[in-house]
């Protein structure tokens, strides 16, 4: 395949699409596009690097933008997919997990801006507003756990449900006048013990997906698919 590639010979050409995945997304039935749109963290021809995914139909040009570039606009230029999907993609080597980034998009009529990605997992702590990469890759550990909860019929139990904002339930004082959140592993450690205690079953999370305005308590969402930086990392 022809490889594409940047004004740095940085980039070549890549994607996470199928045929098929691309069938799904027009009709509207692609149920799993932030394991393809948003940023990845992969390997190709022997470099590991960061796969870049944007839909922008109305766009001219796009690129990916960051501290690792020094936020050129040009320099990482996204290829326009050929199957009318209005999808934007490359890979990008050296572009490693923990890096801040954008996306510079020129819509057709001439006006640019500069935009978080909509599918990345990790955003900056609001009042910032880029997105970060991220390596999802983890291993986990409950099997027993998920075997045992198969035997259990929960419809025959019992339902007390505790509604929960992470940001408020409780804080940690570090010193005088300086209090701060709780992180996700310190909230995991001591939720579930307060809500036994207390005899509820289960927990209703209002949204703990990024947002802009704490005002909102997450209702304002800007990263569907990130956890808010507020409480940790990824």
């Known amino acids: 395949m022809e490889e594409i590639v940047n004004t740095e ?24 596009l932030y394991n393809k749109l948003g940023s990845h963290q992969v390997e190709h021809l022997g470099k590991a690097g960061t796969y870049f995914a944007v839909w922008a139909p109305n766009a001219k040009f796009v690129s990916a933008i960051g501290n690792f570039n020094n936020w050129d606009h040009y320099s990482y230029p996204l290829q326009l997919r050929w199957d009318s999907s209005g999808i934007w993609e490359a890979f990008i080597p050296g572009i490693n997990a923990g890096e801040f980034y954008k996306y510079f998009i020129e819509s057709n009529n001439g006006y640019q801006v500069e935009k978080g990605d909509p599918y990345a997992f990790y955003w900056e702590t609001p009042p910032h507003t880029a ?11 409950d099997e027993s756990w998920m075997q045992h909860r198969q035997k259990l019929v929960p419809l025959n139990k019992p339902l007390s449900i505790y509604e929960v904002h992470l940001g408020s339930w409780r804080k940690v004082i570090e010193a005088e006048n300086e209090i701060r ?8 450690a001591e939720l579930p013990l307060y809500c036994k205690n207390m005899n509820f079953t289960h927990v209703e999370f209002m949204p ?26 990824p």
Request: net charge negative; charged share 15%; aromatic share 24%.
């Open 9 to 32: 010979e940085a980039a070549s050409w890549f994607s996470l699409f199928s045929d098929f995945d691309i069938e799904l997304f027009k009709a509207g039935k692609h149920y799993h």
């Open 181 to 188: 959140f709780m992180t996700y592993r310190e909230m995991a």
């Open 131 to 141: 997105t970060i990469t991220a390596d999802l890759n983890y291993i986990w550990t």
């Open 208 to 233: 703990i997906m990024e947002h802009p305005f704490y005002g909102s308590w997450g209702y304002q969402i800007t990263g569907y698919f990130a956890p808010s930086s507020r409480f940790g990392t």
